[in-house]
């Protein structure tokens, strides 16, 4: 192990002055944050981790998407992060069709609530494979770039709609979520919001997980991101897995796109966008490609942030996000847990 | 005849040298044209046109580094940053009123180039650690700094001005100017001139010599045996290096052109503006010039002038009249109670046009590069090498 570090990371003078440097700010900085978590105290920061564990769930959720839609085509689909803000914008227009308002909560909600993420859920799935159809697959064979200043046109079209249908300003989204707090032994006390948040994203994820794994669907897709002309001609239908890999990322965009709304209890046209930059900054953490990882990518990612708010400058955190992803791919270009792919 | 007819063939080969005649004529009798259609109050639309330079500038220093050596840079805008913060640091007052106490006003023409300088060096310390990387992973970097580089500015406090920025820029100054009908006066030759907002033909006048210079540099380099290096590494990384190709060097030297020409671009920008804000150079920035090389033609220079040149007409003259013609049209077509906000939510045309200009904007991105994958204007050079490709590679490869 140690030698092989060694190998990569000592290569040339360049590299290693490059390496220690960065080895220097990683210790500055990670001392600076254990001393202020430790002058912080244990309660708050459980309840600093809560926040940035269900951040992080809503960042994980969004973060797969991306992941699988550029371990299948290679492209960073930009309009991503305006289909997790679709299906928010969606929820809110269907919500009284399953007689939720502002006004519920309580047990009551659970049935209707799980009718509306699944209606959600199933539009922006559609509305996803529809993008891919009208504006990725007729460039499949185009330059590489073509399909990406596509991506950028689809979210702009994406913001677009949603900016005329609701004005650009933020709308509040009712809150069903208890309020209460959550306390575990030893004063640690996290919010039931966020328990939920992450339970749900949890859940999502191990299915996810398990269809990938298990599913034939799954194994027509893990082939066609390895190799699409070989599981072409193993008699996979790459337009047909495509179009899934896209159905199945927007559909967890969409609940994402809920669960946001539900934890914030606001959203607006344009926010998707920057979510999505930093969603797909925790795919990259993980290891683009790889389904695990953005799932890491992402709880990590909303950890960092939640840190950096609770303990440094909130101005200074998106800062740190897009500092941490230069860092990681300086210093281990695959990501966490991205293996080593040859060049195509 | 048949020399007339060689003649006609060959520039019809080569649509650069039409696209480079047009847009020579273009910058030539544009202000003219624009002042005789307004009756003399056109200096609007040339300094807009000037703006747009900006952009044309841009857009041909980000071609180096995505079209030639293609890299991918997602984060384009911060060099632009860099050299517009260059620029109000060294040639303002602002300095004055930091911890260092004493303002620094470097004339303009100094300055532009400490700018560019700036932003090259940052492009180097930016691409030394990472050009290493493969790929996408180097446009995720680049994205990455492009979204730390405005923060940081917005977050230095007191030396960049923090959220209102720095404002009062030195304006450019020249030993003489000539002024005429174009600026309301007589024609005479000004001592001492300065370039203010009552004359934008000086800032037209000066872009058109930026970009004319920064073409002929970059045409050059694209024509040389680094030109070529560029190409090969585009091509085929590794197939370059075999070659003798050293790629990091290579790769480099296009990162740090592209960033000093953004940087060049910035300084201009900072001095037309006279104010800087970090508002203005965001990741929208970055993936608009990108959509000018990638719309134009990527690895053209012509194709990604034209690209800018379209692209800024349609994101700072057609969208934003757009409202006030579609208000026009509908009282000419007597369907002006359109234009009258109504109780159930009709907002009234202009409105819901200016609503919908992002709508619009996409689906022009996304139409454009449907219908023209390869650009409105793309490389010769390149379609022929690629045709070669597909003639030698026999079928089913």
Redesign the interface.
């Known amino acids: 192990m140690v030698q092989r570090l060694r190998g990569s990371v000592f290569t040339t003078p360049t590299a290693s002055l490059i390496n220690l440097v960065g080895i220097a700010v990683v210790a500055v900085v990670a001392v600076n944050a254990v001393q202020r978590i430790l002058q912080g105290g244990t309660s708050y920061f459980f309840q600093t981790l809560g926040f940035g564990l269900a951040e992080g769930g809503i960042f994980a959720l969004v973060a797969l998407g991306y992941t699988m839609v550029y371990g299948i085509i290679e492209l960073i689909n930009f309009a991503h992060g305006d289909v997790f803000t679709l299906g928010a914008f969606f929820s809110l227009a269907v919500m009284p069709l399953f007689g939720l308002n502002d006004k519920s909560g309580g047990v009551g909600v659970i049935l209707p609530l799980l009718g509306l993420f699944l209606v959600t859920m199933a539009f922006c799935a559609v509305v996803n494979v529809l993008i891919e159809r009208i504006a990725y697959r007729p460039l499949r064979h185009a330059p590489r770039l073509a399909p990406l200043i596509t991506a950028i046109g689809m979210s702009a079209f994406l913001e677009g709609v949603m900016f005329v249908w609701r004005g650009p300003f933020n709308l509040p989204y009712p809150d069903f979520l208890p309020e209460q707090q959550i306390q575990f032994g030893g004063g640690v006390t996290i919010a039931a919001k966020a328990v939920i948040v992450i339970v749900i994203a949890l859940v999502l994820m191990v299915g996810l997980t398990l269809f990938i794994g298990r599913s034939k669907l799954g194994k027509a897709m893990r082939a066609t991101a390895q190799d699409r002309d070989a599981a072409q001609l193993m008699g996979i239908d790459i337009n047909r897995t495509i179009a899934a890999t896209f159905f199945i990322g927007a559909a967890l965009a969409g609940a994402g796109g809920i669960i946001y709304g539900l934890y914030y209890n606001s959203v607006a046209a344009f926010d998707g966008f920057q979510y999505g930059l930093v969603a797909f900054t925790a795919a990259v953490f993980g290891g683009i490609g790889n389904i695990p990882g953005a799932a890491l990518g992402g709880f990590l990612i909303g950890i960092i942030i939640a840190i950096s708010d609770g303990y440094f400058t909130v101005s200074w955190t998106q800062i740190w996000v897009f500092a941490i992803l230069i860092f990681v791919l300086v210093f281990r270009p695959t990501g966490l847990l991205g293996m080593r792919v040859p060049e195509k | 005849m048949s020399a007339a007819g060689a003649f006609f063939r060959t520039r019809m080969r080569s649509p650069n040298a039409i696209a480079y005649t047009i847009m020579i004529l273009a910058a030539l009798f544009y202000p003219v044209i624009v002042q005789f259609a307004t009756n003399g109050s056109g200096d609007y639309l040339v300094g807009l046109a000037a703006d747009g330079g900006i952009y044309m500038l841009m857009a041909i220093g980000l071609n180096v580094v ?1 079209g030639f050596a293609g890299l ?1 840079d997602l984060g384009y805008a911060a060099f632009f940053a860099i050299g517009s913060y260059t620029y109000a640091i060294v040639a303002s007052n602002h300095m004055g009123v930091t911890p260092l106490g004493h303002s620094l006003h470097v004339p303009f023409w100094i300055a532009l180039f400490i700018g560019l300088f700036v932003a090259a060096t940052a492009g180097v310390m930016l691409g ?3 050009l ?6 180097l ?3 680049t ?3 492009g ?2 580089v405005p ?2 500015f ?2 230095a406090g007191v030396w960049t001005g923090g959220v209102p920025g720095i404002s009062a820029l030195d304006v450019p100054t020249l030993p003489g100017w000539f002024v005429g009908p174009w600026v309301n006066m007589d024609f005479a030759w000004v001592p001492n001139f300065r370039f203010t907002s009552a004359n934008l033909t000086a800032y037209y006048v000066l872009m058109v010599i930026l970009i004319t210079g920064v073409v002929f540099l970059v045409n050059n380099l694209y024509n040389s045996r680094l030109g070529r290096a560029w190409m090969a590494v585009r091509e085929d990384e ?1 197939a370059a290096a075999a070659s003798g190709v050293n790629t990091v060097t290579v790769k480099l030297l296009a990162f740090s052109i592209g960033a000093a020409t953004s940087g060049f671009a910035g300084a201009f920008y900072g001095a037309k503006l006279s104010y800087v804000s970090s508002e203005n150079f965001g ?1 929208i920035v970055s ?1 608009t010039v ?2 000018m090389v ?2 134009g033609g ?1 690895g053209n220079i012509p194709g990604a002038m034209l690209g800018a040149f379209v692209l800024y007409f349609i994101l700072f003259w057609l969208l934003p009249n757009a409202p006030t013609q579609m208000e026009n049209l509908a009282s000419a077509i007597g369907l002006g109670s359109l234009n009258t906000a109504t109780p159930n939510g009709w907002p009234g045309i202009a409105e ?1 046009v200016s ?12 139409g454009i ?2 219908l023209r ?2 650009g409105l204007l793309p490389s010769q050079v390149r379609k022929q090498e690629l045709k070669h490709t597909a003639d030698a590679v026999p079928a089913g490869k």
């Open positions: 995505v991918l030394a650690p990472t290493r990387l493969r790929g996408d992973y446009a995720i970097v994205l990455g700094f979204e730390i923060r940081v917005r977050n590794t990741f993936v990108l959509a990638v719309l990527m819901e609503r919908s200009k992002y709508l619009i904007f996409g689906l022009i991105l996304v590069m449907l994958p390869q």
